[in-house]
């Protein structure tokens, strides 16, 4: 007999065993989750511009997946580091630690912003030592539902967060990401710090090289459409509206290439920031093949202009209803990309938001709506309370400074001069109940005694972190917020116009339907963790949306 038939043939089961596809693991995942938060939307913009949105965005978002009408944040303050934390984590501030994008650490006074670390060294900035490179999600105490990925598959799924805003990429993909990238302002380049990596990906240099900030800030922000059919916003130039830096008027058409070049920050207040974001996540499913391995993969994104937009000419304006039909049309993009890339019904994506915003102040008060500026120039709280303890116990400074609606006290002068802090707490406030414009300033310490009304009592109790918050919280009435500049609009507050979000779930294990039904932005996170079978985060106090899986 011929020894080479036989050769083949013992040959042949070792050849089938190697051509097998590695074996699955049995649970049915999606390939890829995409976590969108669109930076301060509002709920109601999902309706307020839905004539003029096209099939492929948002209405595709709200046909072809599930809408759950009434989400809210449940904690205080309603601002982008703690949505982001809270999102992602399906924790709050109590237990994650994030307690504002800023806080003051109780026993320091020193003021901390939420993703600064002192430890690590940007990579890829102009300089590595520079603020905005050292950065790190090392202040969240918590898991999130990317570090829960990760973990149920001993680390090997790519998880990756991309915004303009350092924070509003770091703490969604979490302590164990992949990589999180955010924009430096004096290059235009998208960074990130050494806590991730040694050196930026070819790709992200490649990127960077093409210049797009440069290139779109030499064009005029016009109207999408002729600026007489924006009906559902207030006309062009309006006094609430910010100027950007360099131009004489709020009016349409903006030269961006003048504002520019007087601030390079100007470019995150156009929509073309929220293009620039999408550009690089498309980049970044590119280069990472997210989507194309064994294990689920998950992608964090933050289009942070509509936040910088809002600020500056505040929501009732031209800019922030251009802003979002632009950004339809960029997500309805994004989206048939991601269904040429891994396949419509391969992924989950979500759509949420991070807080919203108020109406400016001004067209409220055209409007006979009571609103005001707390906190105002010409009477900042901490002066006028200041005044008050210095007369009631001969010290001046008591009071530290007001950041996220509350009072720190500065610890030092009080021990230096042995007041009693109680003392300092029931003076303060019985003064700042009387101010106008405050509806509540409770004592954190005695919130269980005080007579509040929910949701405010549950709010402020899941927002305080006592190592990071102020002793004092304050809660402006419905209409008011801290307005420094007197344009634009602002967030923070518990009303519902800060707190009520859009929540949007569609593509792999998504039921399409919507629901009126109260849920909570702590739902959103064991919501994903139940898709995906995967533990919860481990600050974890919502529940899954069980109508959003069909059960
Ligand atoms: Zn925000």
Redesign the pocket.
């Known amino acids: 007999m011929n020894s080479k038939p036989l050769y083949l043939l013992l040959l042949f089961p070792l050849f089938f065993v190697a051509c097998q596809p590695k074996k699955k693991s049995g649970v049915a995942r999606p390939k890829l989750v995409v976590g969108i938060v669109v930076?301060?939307m509002r709920w109601d913009y999902l309706y307020r511009y839905y004539d003029r949105y096209s099939e492929g965005g948002f209405k595709r978002l709200m046909r072809q997946g599930f809408s759950c009408d009434n989400t809210m944040i449940p904690y205080l303050p309603s601002?982008?580091a703690v949505?982001h934390s809270t999102i992602f984590s399906g924790s709050v501030p109590a237990f994650s630690g994030i307690a504002g994008n800023d806080w003051v650490e109780q026993q320091t006074g020193q003021r901390v912003y939420c993703t600064d670390d002192s430890t690590v060294k940007g990579v890829g900035a102009q300089d590595p030592e520079s603020k905005e490179g050292k950065m790190s999600p090392r202040n969240m105490l918590v898991t999130s539902v990317t570090d829960e990925l990760m973990m149920s598959n001993n680390f090997r799924s790519k998880v990756v967060g991309v915004s303009l805003k350092d924070r509003a990429a770091i703490l969604p993909a979490g302590h164990t990401a992949t990589a999180a990238y955010w924009m430096e302002d004096s290059t235009g380049n998208f960074i990130t710090s050494n806590y991730y990596m040694t050196k930026l990906p070819a790709w992200v240099d490649s990127f960077n090289k093409k210049a797009l900030v440069q290139q779109y800030m030499k064009n005029q922000w016009v109207t999408l459409y002729p600026k007489n059919t924006y009906g559902q916003s207030d006309t062009d130039d309006q006094a609430y509206e910010g100027k950007f830096k360099g131009d004489s008027t709020t009016a349409f058409p903006h030269n961006l290439d003048s504002s520019y070049k007087v601030s390079k920050a100007t470019f995150r207040s156009t929509p073309y920031g929220n293009k620039l974001t999408l550009d690089f996540a498309r980049e970044a499913v590119n280069g990472y093949m997210l989507g194309q391995g064994e294990f689920t993969d998950f992608l964090t994104i933050n289009c942070a202009s509509t936040?910088y937009v809002g600020h500056q000419f505040g929501i009732n304006s031209i800019e922030e209803e251009d802003t979002y039909l632009r950004l339809d049309l960029e997500l309805a993009e994004f989206f048939k990309f991601l269904d040429e890339k891994v396949g419509n019904g391969q992924y989950t994506v979500f759509l949420t938001a991070?807080?919203g915003a108020a109406h400016a102040v001004w067209y409220s008060q055209n409007h006979d709506i009571p609103a005001d500026y707390f906190n105002a120039p010409t009477a900042p709280i901490i002066e006028g309370l200041n005044k008050v303890l210095a007369g009631q116990f001969g010290v001046g400074g008591i009071a530290d400074t007001m950041v996220n609606y509350q009072i720190t006290f500065s610890l030092k002068t009080i021990q230096e001069h042995k007041l009693d802090l109680n003392a300092v707490k029931k003076a303060s406030v019985e003064w700042l109940s009387q101010q106008p414009g405050i509806t509540y300033a409770l004592d954190m310490a005695r919130l269980g005694e005080l007579p509040v009304a929910e949701p405010v009592r549950s709010m402020v109790s899941n927002g305080y972190y006592a190592k990071r918050s102020g002793a004092i919280q304050l809660i402006p009435n419905a209409g008011w917020f801290e307005g420094r500049g007197k344009t634009g609009t602002s967030h923070g507050t518990w009303n519902p116009y800060d707190t009520h979000i859009p929540l949007l779930f569609m593509g792999w294990g998504v039921h399409a339907g919507h629901s009126n039904q109260t849920v909570y932005m702590t739902d959103i996170a064991p919501t994903v963790a139940a898709l995906l079978h995967i533990q919860m985060p481990n600050g974890c106090v919502g529940h899954p949306i069980q109508a959003v899986m069909g059960r």
Do not use: R
């Open positions: 930076d301060q601002y982008t949505g936040d991070d807080h």
